[in-house]
């Protein structure tokens, strides 16, 4: 297929737009990359073979950016999958040494469709940088509807939507806390709620997520301010000792202090280990901006977009509450669970 000004200004509904396209063959494996010139400034591109790549400058945030768009065959036909694996380890390569990641897909799995529907295949993907997440930490990637082209169009979007609460969750490096579970224990017992089982269950956990939460500003703290304090509170004591030798009293903070340190530190790494889940960070550097860019990243992939309801994809919060609330009142119903309408997914 043929571009112009006038298909690309037709394909994006006005003529504000800059693109580049990049020839397949026999008809595939094209690629066309279209940006608004009053946010992306053009400055240069490079294109191959099911690959093109456009660096321009972002104009609202005045930051360079490099928007890659790559062509790679996954297809499934009628007799199953099947792919070119050369192609899958190059592609694969390709990310790695770029260290580039991909953003969580929203909607459809696949992005063209063969008219007889026996082959559908992904070919189109967003990539992007650590850096790009630190700018825009919950882009995703939509497939839209197919329209002028056996392809479906992947546009990227950064919605911030209001979901309400966060929802509670128990940090690990709570269990090294000395105390911590005795703690747990009292809150718990001494908790009185009248109601059936499951609604007290409910309302103990939302009083212990209350206390929980004071007690981890009051109490546990900031982990990096407290290493801070303990480093420094050392830090005094050494120069000290330089100076002139330490009295015995001196001697046994520098002890307890050095020990205090060592525990900071143990739970430090559990909290870094629950939020990044990577088996590198045993060896990585978890003050490193790729490693704070995974915890953003793996946070984007394991939130809840959206959901389906009546074959139409939603991410409006309430819409989706409502369908979640839906489903699972209608399968604890069928299995004879419960006799009672929850009100837990309603927004307080």
């Known amino acids: 297929m043929e571009f112009s000004d006038s298909r690309c200004f037709a394909l994006w509904g006005n003529n504000k737009i800059g693109w580049v396209h990049s020839e397949g063959e026999n008809g595939a494996g ?24 456009v660096t321009g400058v972002h104009t609202k945030l005045n930051c360079i950016c490099n928007i890659v768009n790559v062509s790679i065959e996954e297809r499934k036909g009628v007799r199953g999958f099947s792919s070119q694996k050369r192609e899958i380890r190059d592609f694969n390569e390709f990310i790695d040494k770029n260290v580039l990641v991909e953003l969580p897909l929203v909607g459809k799995k696949f992005t063209w469709y063969k008219s007889d529907g026996s082959a559908k295949s992904r070919l189109d993907r967003f990539l992007v940088s650590m850096e790009w997440l630190q700018l825009w930490p919950l882009s995703k990637q939509y497939i839209q509807p197919r329209e002028v082209s056996d392809h479906c169009a992947v546009v990227s979007k950064s919605w911030v939507k209001d ?8 940090i690990d490096a709570w269990l090294l806390e000395s105390g911590f579970k005795d703690l747990v224990k009292s809150k718990w017992n001494n908790y009185e709620v009248q109601g059936n089982r499951m609604f007290r269950l409910k309302e103990k956990l939302k009083l212990l997520k209350g206390d929980l939460k004071e007690w981890n500003r009051c109490v546990f703290g900031n982990l990096e301010e407290s290493k801070r304090r303990i480093v420094m509170e050392i830090e005094k004591l050494d120069v000290r000792d330089v100076e002139c030798d330490l009295l015995e009293d001196e001697n046994l903070i520098r002890l307890e202090l050095l020990s205090q340190r060592k525990v900071v530190e143990k739970k430090l790494e559990s909290l870094n280990r ?18 704070h860019s995974m915890i953003r990243w793996r ?11 009546d074959n139409q994809w939603c991410e409006e919060p309430d819409s989706v509450r409502k369908e979640a609330k839906r489903v699972f009142e209608q399968r604890f119903m069928v299995l004879g669970l419960v006799t009672w309408t929850s009100n837990i997914f309603q927004r307080r």
């Open 163 to 170: 979901w309400g609460p966060r929802p509670f969750k128990t």
């Open 30 to 53: 094209g690629v066309l990359s279209m940006s608004h010139k009053e946010v992306f400034e053009y400055r240069s591109h490079v294109k191959g073979r099911g690959y093109i790549g």
């Open 274 to 291: 629950q939020k990044a889940r990577s088996t590198w960070l045993k060896h990585e550097d978890s003050n490193s901006k790729f490693y």
């Open 299 to 309: 946070k984007l992939r394991n939130e809840v977009k959206g959901v389906e309801i």
